[in-house]
T-cell receptor, first 116, second 112 residues
């Protein structure tokens, strides 16, 4: 149980285009999902907290107009990187917090984004 | 801004050796978690410690939460190549959002 999936697992796009990454909780409902980015051999940096049915809360320094987050249902959150640039290339990881267990975040497998 | 500093950053050891990874902060956390992450994958939860002074064992891994709930350590006995990976501690802020603040990470390589 408690499986989180991400799609796609990797994506390559041209500079200036937008890319959407999906995060799904497969067998539980998640009121809260979190989006992280991770550079090679570095730790996870929290980008934003996504709550179902409301606006996401962004961490300091994260541009909300560049990283659009939508949490339309209790099992799906999406992160759209708009007008992507090479510096946006990174490993993006989501996690989901179950309704019944707010102490635990279940992590997705990550999405590798490469912007050419 | 809460920070979690891990030491060492990198560690390369031979199979069978013991090691300890430290996770330190000036902030108090409601709980602290340890994760292991392999390249190209998401982090996998190893343990959650909640009570100050708590010690938990998971086979050859021993986790300790500091008395003041500001720091933690992970000790691995007789390391094996399968232990290779990025080890991350993460402190839970608690409260409504219960955000996790991740440590700086320790990259462990166990040579056969």
């Amino acid at each position: 149980g408690a499986v989180v999936s991400q799609h796609p697992s990797w994506v390559i796009c041209k500079s200036g285009t937008s890319v959407k990454i999906e995060c799904r909780s497969l067998d539980f409902q998640a009121t809260t999902m979190f989006w992280y980015r991770q550079f090679p051999k570095q730790s996870l940096m929290l980008m934003a907290t996504s709550n179902e049915g409301s606006k996401a809360t962004y961490e300091q320094g994260v541009e909300k107009d560049k990283f659009l987050i939508n949490h339309a249902s209790l099992t799906l959150s999406t992160l759209t990187v708009t007008s992507a640039h090479p510096e946006d290339s990174s490993f993006y990881i989501c996690s989901a917090q179950a309704l019944t267990s707010t102490d635990t975040q279940y992590f997705g497998p990550g999405t590798r984004l490469t912007v050419l | 801004t809460q920070l979690l500093e891990q030491s060492p950053q990198f560690l390369s050891i031979q199979e069978g050796e013991n090691l300890t990874v430290y996770c330190n902060s000036s902030s108090v956390f409601s709980s602290l978690q340890w994760y292991r992450q392999e390249p190209g994958e998401g982090p996998v939860l190893l343990v959650t410690v909640v009570t100050g002074g708590e010690v938990k064992k998971l086979k050859r891994l021993t986790f300790q939460f500091g008395d003041a709930r500001k720091d933690s350590s992970l000790h691995i006995t007789a390391a094996q190549p399968g232990d290779t990976g990025l080890y991350l501690c993460a402190g839970a802020e608690g409260g409504a959002t219960n955000k996790l603040i991740f440590g700086t990470g320790t990259l462990l390589a166990v040579q056969p």
